[in-house]
Structures are given as structure tokens and as C-alpha cells.
């Protein structure tokens, strides 16, 4: 079975631009996560969504945005970048309701803010 | 979010037994203790995880102190793909529409030949 997947695997983008990372979850998982990671420190929880609704959001502004679609696949955009928002994005995908609900990661994205 | 706290680094010869160590002195009574890891250039992954029972799985055991202020992670035998950040997290709630992850900076296990 296919894991997680993320698209693109690396981005480079200039200040003030806008950007958009997808992410498609593992067949039958119906919520998805973001988490921001920058070098040297554990990942940081953006937002989560569940059939199609914000869940949770974390201390994030309000130029990070996201969406999930009917087939659970999901969509992170982040406006008017900054140097800062260099990092790894990754989106991680789960079956809310089962006793582990284990979140399972993507590889993730990594974007470069020049 | 209870807080974790974990020693920033640990070093294992291959093929021995690894102890990691987390503190959570205020966890509550609904807290589940999750551990994940990261291995290099990639997403966390699961590693396992307990309320108040020692738990053993394919890839580690978890041991949990009676008063659930500590705990264990244990690998039985480090080999080098176990060189990685391992992450103690707690989840509250440990499921559903609303559960997120809270990660802290974890502890780098490095693994000698």
C-alpha cells in the first residue's frame, strides 16, 4: 500500500511569493496534519482537518491556510513568505477513532525562502 | 500540552541493548506516552506506545514508572538504521478528530559499529 505523499519534495521560493504543498493520505485515512519543522527542532503542529474541516490549529498566522478535499487529500498554503518559513513541511495522514490512531508521516517538503 | 523532557543526546554500540529516557512529571491520568522517530531525510514514524502497562512490540518495548512520571524506551539490539531522533510525546486526547502530535526537540540516538 502506498504511504503518505507529498508534493513537490523541494521548493524554492522569494519573499513576499505565495506557495502551495499537497499531501495525499493513506487510502482510508480521513484526517490529515501539518506540522512545520525548521533545522535542529522537533516538529511544530500547523493545522488538522477531518472530513473536510478545520480540527486544530496550531500558533501559526493567519498567512498559513489550508484545505482538505472530498478525497481526503489536502492542500497548505502559506502567503507573503518569509526568510523564517524555511523548513520542512510535513503532512501526516490518520484514522481518527481507532485505539492507536497512529499518525503517519510523509516524507515531507522542504522549502527554501531566499 | 504536559511537558516531556528527554537528554538531548545518547550514543549505543551496534547489536547491544539501548535505554532512552523520558521524564513527564506532569502527565495526567489521560495522557498516553507515544514515542516516535525520525530517522535521517525523513517524516517521524511510529515507534509505540502506552497509558500505564510495560508494552512490547516488533520494534521496541516501552517501560513505564508505576507512578507514570518516567519512562523507558528500550531497543533490544541497536543496529545502525536505529541511528535517529526518538521523540517521547504525550497525546491528549490519544485519538480522534481533534489529537495532534506535540513534539519536542527529542533525543539523538547515535549508533557505533
Known amino acids: 500500500d502506498a504511504g503518505v505523499t507529498q508534493s513537490p519534495t523541494h521548493l524554492i521560493k522569494t519573499r513576499g511569493q505565495q506557495v502551495t504543498l499537497r499531501c495525499s493520505p493513506i487510502s482510508g485515512h480521513k484526517s490529515v496534519s501539518w506540522y512545520q519543522q525548521v533545522l535542529g527542532q522537533g516538529p511544530q503542529f500547523i493545522f488538522q482537518?477531518?472530513?473536510?474541516?478545520?480540527?486544530g490549529r496550531g500558533n501559526f498566522p493567519d498567512r498559513f491556510s489550508a484545505r482538505q478535499f472530498p478525497n481526503y487529500s489536502s492542500e497548505l498554503n502559506v502567503n507573503a513568505l518569509l526568510l523564517g518559513d524555511s523548513a520542512l513541511y510535513l503532512c501526516?495522514?490518520?484514522?481518527?477513532?481507532?485505539?492507536?490512531?497512529?499518525?503517519?508521516f510523509g516524507p515531507g517538503t522542504r522549502l527554501t525562502v531566499l | 500540552d504536559a511537558k516531556t523532557t528527554q537528554p538531548n543526546s545518547m550514543e549505543s554500540n551496534e547489536e547491544e541493548p539501548v535505554h532512552l529516557p523520558c521524564n513527564h512529571s506532569t502527565i495526567s491520568g489521560t495522557d498516553y506516552i507515544h514515542w516516535y522517530r525520525q530517522l535521517p531525510s525523513q517524516g517521524p514514524e511510529y515507534v509505540i506506545h502506552g497509558l500505564t502497562s510495560n508494552v512490547n512490540n516488533r520494534m521496541a518495548s516501552l517501560a513505564i514508572a508505576e507512578d507514570r512520571k518516567s519512562s523507558t524506551l528500550i531497543l533490544h539490539r541497536a543496529t545502525l538504521r536505529d541511528a535517529a531522533v526518538y521523540y517521547c510525546i504525550l497525546r491528549d486526547p490519544p485519538t480522534g478528530a481533534n489529537s495532534k502530535l506535540t513534539f519536542g526537540k527529542g533525543i539523538t540516538l547515535s549508533v557505533r559499529p
Open positions: 501526516a495522514s490518520s484514522f481518527p477513532g481507532l485505539a492507536t490512531d497512529t499518525q503517519y
Open positions: 482537518y477531518y472530513e473536510k474541516e478545520e480540527r
